[in-house]
Each structure stands twice: as structure tokens, then as C-alpha cells.
């Protein structure tokens, strides 16, 4: 049996996890199209920026968070100092951690989703006088539904299991920060925790197991509707 403590990790995982997709979706879908329709000059930057995260040591993006986004930085001023905000050590201080981490992983998969999309039948439907907004969310999207639903699965299981970045942001507060990683890092610090610790690393591989099953059938399922309809 889970004790309470163990079970609240979890549930504040899952909201934590959510509310990192949630607010990483449509920036995320939004520059994987940019990334895969447009040329621009500084593209390869602008691409190197949203993969660093995958990169770079979590602890060191948790600290970069920490500098522009606490009290003192020059955006978590302004969040305070306008709307009252303050992400450091909260719940949505580690969705944005979350968020951060699991964001390269989206649009990596929209954009080739996107990519393997044929501009012919974009195009097409511009000569029948469908604007660019109607292109993207009649024509676009809807054939690349495999990989936004991939792109947002694969997002959810790596903000679900974020540590580095999320205990530097966010630390480490029961009940408030506390996720099922950052639990397990403190049953296994504890003396006569060993089974409690089994028991949240078998739950983790279990979810994130789960989010790849589900990532791989929801995107088959996709396959197959646009296969059916376009018989």
C-alpha cells in the first residue's frame, strides 16, 4: 500500500506533467511549423535554442530559470512586481521546469510530422481560395496528427519524470514541489526507505511504459483514420 505521502507525489506529478504540456502546446506547435515551413536567417540559432535544454545539464536550465525568472530576475521582477507571480518553489515553477525540459521533445516531434506532410496539397487547397489560417487547421494539421499526438505524449512522460531542473527551480517542498522523482531521491536518502523506493521506481517505469504505449497506439490510430479517409 502507498502511504499518503507517496500518493500525493504522484497526483502533484500528473498535474505538474499536465500543466506543462498545457502551456508548451501551442508555442510548440506554432515553431515546429515555423521551423518546418519558413526559411529565415538565423534559423539554425533559433533550432539550437529550443534543443538546448536536451543538451545541457538540467540543474544548469533550473538555474538559468532560477536568474531570469526569481524575484530578483528580469522577468520574475516584472511577473511580481505586475500580476503578483512568483514561480520559484511552487507547483507551477516546476510545471515551467517541466515544461522547459519536455518542449525540445515536442516540437522535434510536430516538425517532422509536419515535414512528411506534401506542400502540394497545401498549395492546392490555396488555389481554391483557402486562406493560410484554413490551410493550417483543415489541411496541415489535421495529416499531421500522428506526430502532434506523439510530440505531446513523449512531452508529458519527460516532464512527469524531470529531477534536475525542477529541484534547482522548484526544490524540493512536500506537498508543494515534491514529485514522484524528486520523492524517490528522498526515500532513497532515508534509512528504512528501501521498499518505499522499490515501490515509486516501480510506478515510474510503469507510467512512463504506459506514455510510450499510448504515444505509439494513438499515433497508429491517426494513421489509420487519415488512411480510411483518404479511401
Same mark, same amino acid.
Given at each position: ?13 500528473? %498535474? ?5 504540456? =498545457? ?16 526559411? @529565415? ?28 525568472? =526569481?524575484?530578483?530576475?528580469? !522577468? =520574475?521582477?516584472? !511577473? ?37 506532410? #506534401?506542400? %502540394?496539397?497545401?498549395? $492546392?487547397?490555396?488555389?481554391l481560395g483557402a *486562406?493560410?489560417?484554413?490551410? !493550417? @487547421? ?10 502532434? +499526438?506523439?510530440?505531446?505524449? +513523449? $512531452? ?6 524531470? @529531477? ?7 526544490? *524540493?517542498?512536500?506537498g508543494a514541489t ?5 520523492? +524517490?531521491?528522498?526515500?532513497?536518502q532515508t534509512p528504512?526507505?528501501? *521498499?518505499?523506493? $522499490?515501490? +515509486?521506481?516501480?510506478? $515510474? ?24 479517409? #483518404?479511401?
Amino acid at each position: 500500500m502507498l502511504s499518503e505521502a507517496e500518493w500525493q507525489a504522484i497526483a502533484l506529478s500528473l %498535474k505538474i506533467a499536465g500543466t506543462a504540456v =498545457g502551456w508548451i502546446a501551442v508555442p510548440g506547435i506554432a515553431l515546429a511549423w515555423l521551423l518546418a515551413r519558413r526559411e @529565415f536567417r538565423g534559423k539554425a540559432l533559433l533550432d539550437g535554442l529550443i534543443h538546448l535544454p536536451l543538451v545541457l545539464p538540467p540543474v544548469v536550465v533550473g538555474y538559468l530559470l532560477l536568474l531570469s525568472l =526569481g524575484r530578483s530576475g528580469w !522577468l =520574475g521582477q516584472w !511577473l511580481f512586481e505586475t500580476f503578483g507571480v512568483s514561480l520559484p518553489f511552487t507547483w507551477q515553477g516546476a510545471a515551467v521546469a517541466g515544461g522547459v525540459m519536455a518542449f525540445p521533445l515536442l516540437v522535434r516531434a510536430v516538425r517532422l510530422s509536419l515535414e512528411a506532410v #506534401d506542400p %502540394k496539397l497545401e498549395a $492546392a487547397a490555396s488555389t481554391l481560395g483557402a *486562406n493560410r489560417l484554413r490551410v !493550417l @487547421f483543415t489541411i496541415t494539421l489535421p495529416l499531421a496528427i500522428p506526430g502532434l +499526438l506523439t510530440g505531446t505524449v +513523449l $512531452a508529458f512522460a519527460r516532464a512527469l519524470s524531470e @529531477f534536475g531542473a525542477t529541484i534547482t527551480f522548484a526544490s *524540493n517542498i512536500p506537498g508543494a514541489t515534491r514529485t514522484l522523482p524528486l520523492a +524517490l531521491y528522498t526515500l532513497i536518502q532515508t534509512p528504512g526507505k528501501e *521498499n518505499a523506493a $522499490a515501490r +515509486l521506481c516501480v510506478i $515510474a517505469v510503469a507510467i512512463a511504459m504506459v506514455s510510450l504505449i499510448a504515444s505509439e497506439w494513438l499515433a497508429r490510430r491517426a494513421r489509420l483514420r487519415l488512411q480510411e479517409r #483518404d479511401l
